[in-house]
């Protein structure tokens, strides 16, 4: 766990050994790649930003997205986690577990991507409930929807889950 072993600051990453943070974050997966990272994006924050990202927290949605996705390693989930979570800005991001749970439900076409999925899912809930709902999908999926072999006669929601008529 990265913050065991890191005060995590950008200040304090921008500096810290690459191999150390790799060691840390080994669990994850992809640590090689992710440590870089988030080195990289901890001294552009320190270098670029005043090593803090309230100057984006501080702009509109759209723009804070864009701004975010533009710092190395920042995808549209990342964007969007970190926007939820740290700017209390109204998006609902999805993840593996939001994407599928979403998918199987069919809140979203099958082959819908990850700004179809977050749009739709953003229009069935009110913004004051995205944080719910991202942690209820995410715990429904770790728990019953999962990738293999779903716990359709357990599911909280199977009554409602044309996947689990179809023992998919």
């Given at each position: 766990n990265l913050s065991e072993k890191f005060r995590l600051t950008p200040t304090v990453l921008s500096k810290a050994n690459?191999?150390?943070?790799?060691?840390?974050?080994?669990?994850?997966?992809?640590?090689?790649?992710?440590?870089?990272?988030?080195?990289?994006?901890s001294r552009v924050i320190v270098e670029e930003l005043n090593g803090t990202l309230d100057f984006i927290y501080s702009t509109s949605l759209d723009e804070a997205r864009e701004l975010l996705m533009a710092l190395p390693g920042i995808g549209p989930k990342t964007a969007d986690v970190v926007l939820l979570f740290s700017a209390n800005k109204p998006v609902l991001p999805v993840d593996t577990h939001v994407n599928r749970v979403s998918k199987r439900l069919e809140l979203v076409a099958s082959k819908a991507d990850y700004e179809r999925v977050r749009l739709t899912l953003q229009s069935l809930y009110s913004?004051?409930?995205?944080?719910?709902?991202?942690?209820?999908?995410?715990?429904?999926?770790?728990?019953?929807?999962?990738?293999?072999?779903?716990?359709?006669?357990?599911?909280?929601?199977?009554?409602?889950?044309?996947?689990?008529?179809?023992?998919?």
């Open positions: 690459v191999k150390a943070i790799e060691k840390a974050i080994r669990i994850g997966g992809l640590h090689r790649n992710k440590s870089r990272v988030i080195k990289e994006l913004p004051n409930h995205y944080l719910a709902v991202h942690i209820l999908l995410i715990m429904l999926g770790r728990k019953y929807c999962t990738a293999r072999r779903p716990s359709h006669a357990s599911c909280p929601v199977n009554m409602l889950c044309p996947s689990a008529k179809l023992g998919d």
